[in-house]
């Protein structure tokens, strides 16, 4: 297999929540403001932020990703998590059994999460062309080579295919900053 370019773009600590959560955040009823669309179709940064409030720090505006879901899904970085004093573990996105808590706070009221704070794994999303194209398949994982004085391989890499996907691969901040990406760079994905 001849190996491939993705973008890659890091994400910021952000968090995703549920209609309910926002009703009493921002008070009943209240829809969330678009900012700018995100590399992934039908996704956006919403003007809203919160706070979050964890056992041994805080962090303030925290961004609001839209749309809306069935559940919250705080995604934050392993350097936040030292901040705010809890031991998230690394997790794909929607598989939260047996995560932390934390307490959210909004501009209208405060919202307590049992489960929900995660790690993000490092995933790379595709369309089902371009999975059939690299020969991959939802679930699969690959290595990423990342190019420079910094560089190094971004092991376990997790391909996710849905047709809803642009090509575009996602990393955190801490990992960001350990290789010294940019965001939009292209990496080279290594299939051999
Ligand atoms: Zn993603």
Redesign the pocket.
């Known amino acids: 297999m001849v190996n491939f370019k993705v973008p890659v ?1 890091i ?1 910021n600590r952000h968090i995703h929540l549920s209609q309910e959560n926002t009703d009493v955040l921002f008070g009943a009823g209240y829809t969330l403001t678009k900012m700018k669309d995100l590399s ?1 179709p039908g996704q956006f940064a919403c003007e809203e932020t919160v706070t979050i409030i964890g056992p041994k720090g805080t962090i303030s505006g925290v961004r609001i990703l839209g749309p809306t879901r069935k559940e919250a899904q705080l995604e934050l970085s392993a350097t936040d998590t030292f901040k705010v004093g809890i031991k998230p573990p690394v997790r794909d ?1 929607g598989k939260l059994e047996g995560t932390p808590g934390i307490e959210i706070e909004g501009p209208k009221g405060c919202v307590q999460i049992d489960h929900g704070v995660i790690i ?1 794994a490092r ?1 790379i ?1 595709m369309t089902p062309d371009d999975a059939a194209k690299y020969s991959l398949k939802d679930g699969d994982h690959v290595r990423v080579s990342v190019p420079g004085l910094r560089g190094g391989v971004f092991e376990h890499v997790l391909v ?1 295919v849905n047709a809803s996907y642009a090509l ?1 691969m ?1 990393i955190d901040t801490d990992e960001g900053n350990a290789f010294s990406i940019v965001n939009g760079q292209q990496l080279e994905v290594l299939l051999d």
């Open positions: 773009g994400s992934q996105s993000a995933h999303h996710r575009d996602h």
